[in-house]
């Protein structure tokens, strides 16, 4: 079992920046990736950055590719994802995911979400 915990939404101005935060804790050691997941009200969740175990940069979704970075802390076991240059449209819950490695079993861990509000 895995267990996620987002933090650092809020209200912010258009052109400001977040800091969000992702602990994870349980069987870690599991982990083939993980990412930060956003859904806006009344659309599909959608994945706006992701990085392996493996190491590696980070990818991003085209449209917060340039704006977003996704980084990690492996001793605390904690993700963030710097926003920066935030739009209107950027406004959505923000979710934390973990996957397993597909040799354990493929499957996803959730957190409980965190609002983003991009407004003026």
């Known amino acids: 079992q895995v267990q996620l915990v987002e933090s650092g939404g809020g209200l912010v101005q258009p052109g400001g920046a977040l800091r969000l935060s992702c602990a994870a804790s349980g069987s870690t050691f599991s982990m083939y990736g993980m990412s930060w997941y956003r859904q806006a009200q009344e659309k599909e969740r959608e994945v706006g950055a992701t990085?392996?175990?493996?190491?590696?940069?980070?990818n991003y979704a085209d449209s917060v590719k340039g704006r977003f970075t996704m980084s990690r802390d492996n001793a605390k076991n904690t993700v963030f994802l710097q926003m920066n240059r935030l739009k209107p449209e950027d406004t959505s819950v923000y979710y934390c995911n973990l996957k397993v490695d597909p040799r354990l079993g493929g499957m996803d861990y959730w957190g409980k979400g965190t609002l983003v509000t991009v407004s003026s």
């Open positions: 990085i392996f175990r493996m190491g590696g940069s980070a």
